[in-house]
């Protein structure tokens, strides 16, 4: 066996997929396997595919009837990009099959139920346009695909239903006409244009609140970001008014027709939506990014309109691709750049598309963010001579158009855009982007490129952005990330908090003692005090400095070093922070060494966090405060915030979870006990020793129940801070503005009001529990109407 | 039976964050335990740095998957200084399975570098194994690579004791 980590042919770890195609040894593992691949690249054309397997299957059917079925309805699921080869294939089973396309249709009935219940609304879209396509394959009878779509419909006739319960059923709908309108008007015209007129009523009177809060960009132009269900029906209304002629979904039942036609339909049973449940998690509503039309690739195939059927399609199936592959960046970039069709199209500028439209998307994007750098990494590695260049091109077109671009993607761009370049040597036309010197620093172009700028020498070194920028660009280059001793240089030595500085900074070189250490601190005049007869304990701002300064700047040489600190000294600290007062300070002191190194700053705050010397409301309270305004604006300030949100909503499920195995143990034990037993002489000693850890398991529950209430109180009150200093903060601004008659919109103001927003989007799910507390404390009536639009606009997101 | 429950090995692939053939010949106890600890662990071995490589660059990249716990970074058992390897700790498996699948094979310092299922880190791994005090690898590689010592020692002693042109 090699004793070599890696051979260096390989690029991770699909190098064992070409190892692990042996044959597989159940026939059931064969069917999965064929079922599954049929569509793939192959020598033999795709009909003489589906028409070789269709009679494999039928051959199969009298033995492994349960298992096709089970295979076939998960792949309708989980491969909607393959969806037309997979009701082909039903298709063919079912003219050779009559009562197996039947028990296939109940099914997949069974299966929406399901997915239904589960909350699984993504997947029950795939299972309602594959049910459809069935009936171009004429499997399913078109009137009773008709009536369901009506039952969907009436939906919007419920009254005390959120909205995006009745969005769905409508989008549900429109999202099938590609496939099956023209099927679907040729049976049933008056029904489907009753239908239609319905769901057009319900998108005139649907309320919209949401949809500022979820655009990247503000502007109108060049591309409108329009609401899904908006541009979906517009989409849908042009492909009706060009009769449904739709030319771009592959469909091979076409080839097949002859077959087809001579098969017997079966009628979808009566399907009624499920009704509303509270606790029903309905999709949340969505803006579709645009960032090409056909101006933007010029030569080759025409790219489809935005309000084009083609263009859902597209997007549709990449989308899906994505979601299908993306933990395999190679796999995912060899099927984007395969999809079937790809000559009529620009492929490339589509792919770019989707792929920053997910990584854009409002609240979240559907993936880890770093998957989507990798990813294009590895679509410019299979297509060297096209991808980079519409790739750059994307690039500067979203630099252009940063005025109007959403905070919180700028944050992502900036991220992604570091994140690349540091895998490119960071060669950029730097020169390209001079037009940002010209103007003030906080303008969202300056300022972007600062951002990068930093985040690049945080994955390479200093000299290396000096080297690398034009000396025009001074200004945006960030600071040497030194520490800042104020004890260190000529004009520290005068400073009150000097002598004993250089006091500790011996007793700890010499090693001594937290005891002997917190003597010497004792020393330390205290500037909030006028006598010396205190005992010291109170608050003294002038002993954390000198301590924590002196400490930080003998482990400045790395994270580990200074991590290293905290954690020798963490009785100290303890003792110095034991104040709120205390808390703030120590996260003053850390600022104020480590100002030029961000980076530094955030470690050393989690790790703080972690090892409980400040609590988050401090990091809150601390990074609102006025010391750290002119920071404000800075993407550091606000990755800390985040961090330390995330710290806490993490720290409340971990005892969730000890609280919930502790419920499940108890109840476990008490099954155990209720359940007869054979008798013994040993029958009481187990009773009691049974009854002891029952005792032990209750007492542990309340203690974890008290442990739960204190966390989520404490939770609460973090979002509490937050959103309390927002509101202050806003409103002395746009107090100020009226009374100065001066325009609000200053580049802070956007800021401040999207990273107001962005708290919202980032952990809506948890923010949801505390919604009666935000609204009855924090966001009533008396608001101003600008803050209180963005609560309104979240509120709206699940309505 | 549930149709939901069905999960289709074809489509669950995940070949990124599968255990490699590497087994650490060092590992106190047998080939199975080393198996089960590289299965549930949230540590990476991180290759292929170079010895300029800073604790501070390998947090910035490694975070972007996740929360990470801590980075020991790789030694040179004599000289004491980086050695072109690291771990990297996170917090849950789920953050090294993602650096596993978007970190492993991309570019840290212009370097593609490596990540691999670490049992744990223990008191003594960070120091390299090869005879000189570095890498095994840098050992015996023929290559020269100016981030990693220029000639692999084999090769430097070879280069030294040629000797040089006269005239």
New interface residues.
Partial sequence: ??????SDEN????A??RRRTSEPIEIE?RL??LI??VGEKSTSSLESNLEGLAGVLEADLPNYK?KI???L???AR??PEKLTVYTTLVGLLNARNYNFGGEFVE?MI??LK??LK?NLYNEAVYLVRFLSDLVNCHVIAAPSMVVMFENFVSVTQEEDVPQVRSDWFVYVVLSCLPWVGKELYEKKDVEMDRLLSQIEGYLKRRVKTHVPMLQVWTAEKPHPQEEYLDCLWAQIQKLKKDRWQERHILRPYIAFDSVLCEALQHNLPPFTPPGHMPDAQYPIPRVIFRMFDYTDAPEGPVMPGSHSAERFVIEENLHCIIK?HW???K?CAAQLLSYPGKNKIPLNYHIVEVIFGELFQLPLPPH????Y??LL?ELCKLQPGSLPQVLAQATEMLYMRLDTMNTTCIDRFI?WFS?HL??F?FRWSWDDWADCLTLDLEKPKPKFVKEVLE?SM????HQRIVDLVPPTFSALIPAEPIFSFKYGDESGTSLPGYPVSITVSNAIKNRASNEEILAILKEVPNPNQEDDDDEGESFNPLKIDVFLQTLLHLAAK???HS?SALGKFHEILKNLTESDDGKLHILKVVYEVWRNHP??IA?LV?KMIRTQIVDCAAVANWLFSQDMAHEFTRLFIWEILH?TI??MNKHVQKIQNELEEAKDKLEKQQHKRVAPRDSGDDEDMEKNSEEDEEGQLEEQIERLQEKVESAQSEQKNLFLVIFQRFIMLLTEHLVRCETGSVDISTPWYKNCIERLQQIFLMHHGTIQQYMGTLENLLFTAELDHHILAVYQQFCALQL | SSTMSVKLNALNSDSYIEVSQYRDQHFKGNRYEQEKLLKQSNTLYVGNLSFYTTEEQVHELFSKCGDVKRIIIGLDKVKKTACGFCFVEYYTRGDAENAMRFVNGTRLDDRIIRTDWDAGFKEGRQYGRGKSGGQVRDEYRQDYDPARGGYGKLAQQHRSTERPNSF
């Fill in positions: 066996m090699s004793r070599r980590r890696h690029d991770g770890g699909q064992h997929k593992d999965e396997s599954c691949r349960n079925l089970r295979i309805c998960a792949v989980l491969l099914a069974r299966q399901e997915t589960n299908t933990r395999e960046r796999t880890i963010d770093v998957m750098t990798t990494i991220n994140h540091s895998n040597q985040k945080r994955l390479s070194y790395s994270f580990s991590f980076q530094m470690v989690d961090s995330r710290k």
